[in-house]
């Protein structure tokens, strides 16, 4: 199933067939609806997964430890920011997000994961202002169309610094997914990291570098029916992925600063009821 550049007719062919899919022609991790297509950036999307890293961390600002996040821009925030936290730890990686529309008008596309806060939901941009983005989300949904999957409407580039950086066991929590709808990652960067996908009580299905460019793919049903994840290595070079979905629901520009409004005065209230630290 794997296709490598370079090898004359039959991979131009290979690749073509990949280009107009079915993915009945593509091997079944574990017999359950999950793919792993090599060098899917590369042939389907039109892109050079290396390239599409460095230009988005070089093009675009990023939101670190007490930075504020700029309303429907695109921008990185780090895992030290506090709207990225996880139930009030730093994350190890940081992440941009992307939807299918302007959000002031209409509205905020909301992908709930477990942690998830509100504050973090104003980083979400249209993915129209983000010129490097763009075009390989409009070859997606081309491909996915193909496929006879609903188009994605929403997109989370994350990256990996170093081999400290990781994303835990887990799986996609299916409240705002499109039922029936596939859930695709693309790894991107200049080195490949370890990917590890295990049935849902813990038995191992897969665990190998995924080299940049490498797309995993699988439908909601299989995504609830595993757990996957990102470990920590010794040593690692920059790596990251693009996650593509479908989701249903969004958040009106103005409730949104109603409920954050609402959500900064809980807080400092909070902090404010806080008894004094006596020094002596």
């Known amino acids: 199933i794997r296709y490598m550049a370079g090898r004359g007719q039959d991979d131009m062919a290979s690749r073509e067939r990949y280009r107009r899919p079915g993915l009945d022609r593509a091997r079944r991790v574990g017999g359950l609806d999950i793919w792993i297509i090599a060098d899917f950036a590369q042939t389907v999307l039109e892109c050079d997964p290396a390239a599409l890293q460095q230009q988005l961390e070089t093009n675009y600002p990023i939101r670190n430890k007490g930075s504020t996040i700029e309303w429907a821009r695109p921008q990185w925030v780090e895992g030290d920011n506090e709207a990225l936290h996880y139930r009030g730890r730093e994350l190890k990686r940081g992440k941009m997000w992307f939807q299918s529309g302007e ?28 010129v490097e983005l763009e075009p390989i989300v409009q070859r997606y949904n081309v491909w996915a169309a193909e496929a006879g999957y609903e188009a994605a409407n929403h997109f989370i580039v994350t990256h990996y610094v170093d081999g400290e950086h990781n994303i835990g066991m887990h799986y996609d929590k299916p409240r705002s997914i499109a039922a029936g709808s596939l859930i695709s990652i693309v790894k991107t960067g200049t080195h490949g990291r370890p990917f590890r996908l295990e ?37 690692a070079g920059s790596s990251g992925s693009i996650v593509f979905r479908t989701i249903t629901d969004r958040v009106d520009w103005a409730r949104l600063e109603q409920e954050l409004a609402k959500f900064y005065a809980s807080k400092k209230r909070k902090a404010d009821e806080q008894p004094a630290a006596f020094s002596y």
């Not at 709930?112 to 202002?129: C, E, H, M």
């Not at 191992?204 to 470990?231: F, I, S």
């Open 199 to 235: 049935r849902a009580d813990g038995t191992l299905l897969m665990e190998r570098v995924l080299a940049p460019g490498t797309a995993v793919l699988m439908t909601l049903e299989a995504n609830l029916a595993t757990k996957h994840g990102v470990p920590t290595v010794a040593e």
């Open 103 to 130: 959000p002031e008008t209409e509205g905020f596309v909301k992908y709930y994961y477990t942690g998830w806060q509100r504050a973090v939901l104003p980083a979400t941009s249209n993915v129209a202002r983000c």
